[in-house]
C-alpha cells in the first residue's frame, strides 16, 4: 500500500524520528555513564585474562577491558533509545509529514493515518475498519 497525505493525497511523505534520534542520543550518553560505572570490573577482568601474556599483557587487558566496558554501555544504552524513541514516534507523535503540503500526521498499524475516515478509495480499506475507528 502507498502512504498517501490525509489531507492533499500527496504520496510525498518523510518521517521526521524526533523521538528516535533523541531517545538514541540520550540513551546512548546514559549508557556509556552507566559503562564507565563498570570500567573497574572490565579492567580488572581484562588484567587478569591478559596476566595470561606477561606484564604487559595484564596492562593491555586492562585497558582493553574498561574500553569495551564503556562501549557496551553505550551501545546497551543507545539501542534501549532507540528503541523507547521509536515507539514514541509511532504512537504519541504525529511522526509523518507531507512534502507537498506541510502536514503531519500518524498512521495506525494497518498504515491508514489516524483520525481520517475518507480512505474508502483505498485497495485495501474494510467497512470493518472504518466501523472500529468511529466507534
Known amino acids: 500500500m502507498i502512504l498517501q497525505c490525509p489531507k492533499c493525497k500527496s504520496i510525498h511523505i518523510k ?3 524526533y523521538a528516535r534520534k533523541v531517545g538514541g542520543t540520550i540513551g ?27 606484564p604487559f599483557g595484564a596492562t593491555v ?9 564503556g562501549l557496551a554501555g553505550g551501545a546497551a544504552g543507545s ?16 511522526n509523518l509529514k507531507c512534502t507537498s ?3 503531519s500526521f500518524s498512521v495506525d498499524d494497518h498504515g491508514i493515518p489516524q483520525n481520517y475516515h475518507d480512505y474508502s478509495d483505498m485497495d ?10 468511529v466507534s
Not at 485495501?124 to 475507528?133: C, K, M, P, S
Open 79 to 94: 539501542s534501549a533509545g532507540l528503541s523507547l524513541g521509536e515507539l514514541v514516534d509511532s504512537k504519541i507523535l504525529n
Open 28 to 54: 546512548a550518553i546514559a549508557g556509556t555513564i552507566g559503562g564507565l560505572s563498570a570500567i573497574t570490573y572490565g579492567a580488572r577482568t581484562g588484567a587478569s585474562t591478559g596476566l595470561i601474556f606477561g
Open 124 to 133: 485495501e480499506y474494510d467497512d470493518e475498519h472504518l466501523i472500529e475507528q
Open 61 to 69: 587487558g586492562g585497558i582493553s577491558g574498561a574500553i569495551l566496558a
Open 15 to 17: 518521517s521526521k524520528n
Open 101 to 103: 503540503c506541510h502536514h
